[in-house]
């Protein structure tokens, strides 16, 4: 079994033939001083026996110490991130954490793991720079791309070798005003071009509904992205239109793709 549940934000809770993994996993209250506005839709259950946690990058609505660390108290989980972000997680128990190279394909249980490029910086506090990418991930007949955090860009798939992914997790939210955040965070028109870049089979759309970060209000997102696809049918039913708690299991059926 194949399954994807959208707990909120950017932390969605995947299921492949057994093994469990989850991104950006926030289901706290806050991001720092930001508070949510919608709650996370997750059983405790969610946050147990988890085998991966797949961290795009250290910014607070995404590395959640508190979340983390109910993870590492209810699993052994492996932590697969971009360099930088050990020191960070060090207090929190987990006792395996890998990080990734640009250019590294790293084989574990099963899978393979590789870092896609982004738009984004993730760093933390005052700090100057700390790196954020995608990650790949590859195994047991089924891939997925969670695209992290990042405004658009053309080379998206540069990191998935030559491959494309069954579920692309992309983030549609934190927006407006486009002249200050189009750098950093993808609009809706962005997130379907990206969707269409890295040619997957189906869309999960993420960071949305939950923190308001941005000028636009947090239930906007999926809707902009509605009116873009309704007169592509073929779009639109290849987009998992999930709110937090709601869970999609994956079907493998023929694709064609189409620009």
């Excluded at 026996?49 to 699993?75: G, Q």
């Excluded at 089979?201 to 309704?230: C, N, Q, S």
Aim: with cysteine; proline share 5%; glycine share 6%.
């Amino acid at each position: 079994m194949i399954r994807y549940k959208f707990i909120g934000h950017s932390t969605v809770l995947i299921e492949v033939q057994g093994v469990r993994f989850i991104t950006d996993p926030i289901v706290s209250r806050r991001a720092l001083i930001v508070p949510r506005k919608r709650a996370a839709g997750y059983q405790q259950e969610d946050l147990s026996e988890i085998n991966f946690v797949l961290l795009s990058h250290a910014h607070w609505d995404h590395l959640d110490k508190p979340t983390l660390r109910k993870i590492a108290r209810r699993s052994r989980a492996k932590v697969i991130c971009p360099q930088g972000h050990r020191a960070l997680l060090s207090d929190m128990g987990f006792t395996d954490v890998i990080e990734l190279e640009r250019d590294e394909v790293r084989e574990i249980d099963g899978f393979s793991f590789s870092l896609t490029v982004v738009n984004h910086r993730g760093k933390r506090w005052l700090e100057r720079y700390r790196s954020s990418a995608g990650i790949f991930v590859e195994g047991h007949d089924h891939s997925f791309w969670f695209a992290g955090d990042t405004g658009y860009r053309n080379d998206f798939a540069s990191g998935m070798r030559g491959l494309r992914p069954d579920v692309a997790l992309i983030p549609i939210g934190a927006y407006e005003p486009r002249e200050w955040f189009h750098m950093m965070h993808m609009d809706p028109a962005d997130a379907l071009k990206a969707f269409q870049d890295v040619q997957a089979k189906y869309m999960l759309p993420i960071h949305w509904g939950a923190f308001k970060l941005t000028k636009e209000e947090i239930h906007e997102p999926p809707l902009v992205l509605r009116k873009l696809v309704d007169e592509h049918p073929e779009l639109e039913q290849r987009i998992w239109w999930l709110e937090p708690g709601d869970i999609r299991e994956y079907q493998a059926t023929p694709f064609v793709h189409m620009r």
